[in-house]
């Protein structure tokens, strides 16, 4: 089986994607090391069995490109399952670095962003400058002969590249986590506990386009857990809204809100996709 997911080796994207293979009893995966898009493609294309993104994290939020990829390649990829991965991350520099002359901070941007105030605090001097992953901006650091930069990362990926680990998790609030979708060319069969994501374009625009797909959902008692706005790359100033909420699209109920809503976007010009059901997980234990 092979499993394509964002690298470099030393992500948290593989340690979700470690997580998922043994979920399903997979010791045998190859794991491709891409982009987020390239991952979908992978699995469009009959490449990758799956792909395993990161699609939002507690402190942070949501991931607005991973979306934006689940919304490229919806007439084939499908979200068939989820990680909730708990993060750690370190502050980690090549030994013999002072911690008071670093001048540049590399990470994912996401990852930035979940170490902010600690940063801004511990090094008020540094830049912060986003790279593809955790694991890139890793080996960044060890590659970098100027002895005045560091990488947020996970523990892993700091001592695979020798960096030393500044004291302390460096993540501004102690329980983080990042939820990971997988995706294949089919979603998941109903579990009973379930979710879906729904992506919807409204064409033309009008007063209380997004009340009446909300109130057909209310009507029939589906609970939405989030919506979500992206810019909706063909067009300038439209965008495509992503809701999520709990059920599966098979349920008669969920059908027949979903047929509402068809009905409700067709008239405007626009498009509903499903992007996929699968089922609701726990968390990973660390």
Not at 118 to 142: C, D, G, M, N, Y
Not at 155 to 177: K, R, S
């Amino acid at each position: 089986m092979k499993i394509a997911t964002l690298g470099p080796q030393g992500t948290y994207s593989e340690q979700a994607t470690l997580a998922f293979a043994k979920r399903i009893g997979s010791p045998d995966t190859e794991l491709v090391f891409t982009t987020i898009n390239n991952s979908l493609r992978l699995v469009q294309d009959y490449q990758a069995d799956y792909a395993v993104v990161p699609v939002e994290n507690m402190i942070d939020g949501l991931i607005g490109a991973s979306f934006d990829a689940l919304i490229e390649f919806q007439d084939f990829v499908k979200v068939c399952d989820e990680i909730h991965l708990p993060i750690k991350h370190c502050l980690g520099s090549a030994p013999g670095v002072k911690w008071d002359q670093i001048e540049r901070i590399y990470s994912h941007p996401s990852a930035l962003n979940q170490c902010q105030s600690h940063l801004e605090k511990l090094f008020p001097q540094a830049s912060l400058i986003p790279l593809i992953s955790t694991a890139e901006a890793a080996a960044q650091v060890l590659q970098d002969q100027s002895r005045k930069t560091a990488a947020i990362c996970s523990p892993f990926a700091a001592q695979t590249n020798g960096l030393i680990c500044y004291e302390g998790e460096i993540q501004d609030y102690l329980f983080n986590e990042t939820r990971f979708l997988v995706c294949s060319l089919t979603d998941s069969a109903p579990s009973g506990n379930d979710r879906t994501l729904l992506a919807v374009r409204y064409g033309a625009n009008r007063p209380g386009q997004l009340f009446q797909t909300a109130k057909y959902l209310a009507d029939a008692m589906v609970d939405l857990t989030f919506i979500q706005s992206r810019p909706y790359k063909v067009k300038p100033q439209e965008y495509v809204l992503i809701y999520e909420f709990i059920g599966h699209k098979a349920q008669p109920e969920i059908q027949s809100a979903l047929r509402n809503i068809e009905l409700q976007v067709r008239n405007n010009g626009g498009w509903k996709k499903i992007l996929g059901s699968y089922p609701k997980r726990e968390p990973e234990e660390n």
